[in-house]
């Protein structure tokens, strides 16, 4: 089956992807993730390949401008997922949470 979707991800991160349908490849570090990219462009049924941005960065710039001019499979880089910290912290999340489901704002503390 040709154009198929394939997954290349940080552990951490694969098993939303399993949830999402898929079955990523993972790898445990930039240097691993461009190797095993570049493993999967000789895979016939890939039509598309996810791949963290940093398993992209790592690869030389040769091989990103290989990338490009390849048709198949189509490499599409994603951002790392960052946690971002909320701004008020804990509280300021739990009022919001509050005021949701009350629909007023109550104040804490």
Same mark, same amino acid.
């Given at each position: 089956m040709?154009?198929? %979707?394939r %997954?290349?991800?940080?552990p951490? @991160?694969?098993? &939303? !992807?399993? #949830?999402?349908g !898929? /079955?990523? @490849? =993972?790898? &445990?570090?930039?240097? =691993?993730g461009a190797?095993?990219?570049?493993?999967? #462009? =000789?895979?016939?049924d890939?039509g598309v390949?996810? %791949?963290?941005e /940093? !398993?992209? /960065?790592? #690869?030389?710039?040769g091989d990103?401008?290989?990338l490009?001019?390849r048709?198949l499979?189509? %490499?599409?880089p994603?951002?790392?997922?960052?946690r971002?910290p909320?701004?008020? &912290?804990? =509280?300021?999340?739990i009022?919001?949470l509050?005021?949701q489901?009350i629909?007023?704002?109550v104040?804490?503390?």
């Amino acid at each position: 089956m040709r154009d198929r %979707v394939r %997954v290349l991800c940080r552990p951490s @991160i694969a098993s &939303g !992807f399993r #949830l999402a349908g !898929f /079955d990523p @490849i =993972e790898a &445990g570090d930039p240097s =691993e993730g461009a190797r095993r990219l570049l493993g999967m #462009l =000789e895979d016939p049924d890939a039509g598309v390949v996810l %791949v963290q941005e /940093d !398993f992209h /960065d790592a #690869l030389s710039p040769g091989d990103r401008r290989g990338l490009a001019r390849r048709a198949l499979p189509l %490499v599409v880089p994603f951002p790392v997922p960052a946690r971002v910290p909320s701004p008020g &912290g804990a =509280e300021a999340f739990i009022a919001d949470l509050l005021r949701q489901a009350i629909g007023y704002r109550v104040r804490l503390g």
